[in-house]
């Protein structure tokens, strides 16, 4: 188990790369078992969730090359339609290859889906717009047994949207035969990313981006060449990481449209935040103020950034609120943080945070992936030493993210340890 050390008050500087989009890169790669063939995926992140897939991608019989950032993919002759307890027990996403498998097989047997533990979960907007589709489900011994004759086009309207369901309604409707709407849809980029990709194979999509979404069903898809959009969360994680230590940090490969309310948000604080055509640049600006931010499916605030704007706003004189709508456990950190010095109360779906002259460096403790990355960028503007723990949350979200920040000029470090947790 590794940890993270961080020395703080180390004032960040200079110019930082994003990475691709893990979110747009899990569905994109499900959806290349949609079609017999040789696929070139780039601006691919070098993430554990992202080699979780690939082993899935293997275990189904895909074969897989991973180099710089590039994933080359061959589909040809697959015939398992499984996707084992033991390697879906660590990645909710995994419930992607459903959609994909039923499309081209017929049928499919997935274990319950598994990840970061943020509240309930469920998969049955998944079921039931599968079963709209025509598919038969039954649930046995932890697995969701799925069969189709044939995928017909329906109507499905989500009462809440969701992300997952989306993609896995959108990768099996593109092979049902007639039209599809999914209404009430989710409408972020990485949603977008994966229709953009599944039209590039063929197929009929129109209205991605937006909550209604028509698919005209196609017999067959074709492989194609594809690269994924910039990881907004981690271009919000770094830019975060700026204004936590009142730096001038420049974050390239981003589409700034993407993070409009982030970047408004941190404008309100009194950030001055710049955008070009593919870079965002954060300076320290004038005097800063608390504000209420309140998550919300895309176009709202993004909840993976609402761990990492509770620890910046911990440092932001005043008293600012938090409204969590999307997760109902997503406040675990709140100890952790705690721990580092802050001022943080809970009551129900929202915090109040009061914000502190300064935060002070202590051991602490991640319970998932974005809580990780709020610990480490709270470490940059502490005071003393703080030692972060199960960081392997981290490296599910972030590729070198320690790496980053040095290149920053933070003091940090990773360092291997016997530690059990």
Known sequence: MDEILVRGGKKLSGTVVANGSKNAGLPVLAATLLADGDY???????????????????????????TDHELRITTKGIKNFEASYDLVKTMRASIYVLGPLLARQGKARVSFPGGCALGARPIDYHLEALHKLGVTIQIKHGYINAEVNRLKGCEIYFENKTVGATANALMAAVLAEGKTVIENAACEPE??????????????????????????????????????????????TLLVAGAMTRGKVIVKNCIPEHSGIVLNKLRDIGFEVDNAE?????????????????????????????PLFAALLSTIEGKSIINENIFSDRFMYISELQRLGADIKLSGNRISINGVSKLSGAPVMAPDIRAAAALVVAALAANGQTKISRVYHLDRGYEYLEQKLASLGADIERIETDALY
């Open 40 to 66: 070139l995926i780039k601006n691919i992140p070098n993430l554990s969730d992202i080699r979780t897939m690939i082993k899935l991608l293997k275990q189904i019989g895909s074969e897989v090359e991973f």
């Open 278 to 306: 593919n870079s965002i640049t954060i300076s320290p600006g004038g005097k800063k103020k608390a504000i209420e931010i309140s998550t919300n499916p895309h176009p709202g605030f993004p909840t993976d950034l609402q």
């Open 191 to 236: 949603i977008t990313c994966l229709a953009d990709f599944l039209n590039s194979m063929g197929a009929h999509i129109e209205g991605h981006g937006t909550e209604i979404i028509i698919i005209e069903g196609v017999k067959e898809l074709h492989p194609a060449d594809f690269s994924l959009i910039p990881d907004r969360i981690e271009v919000g």
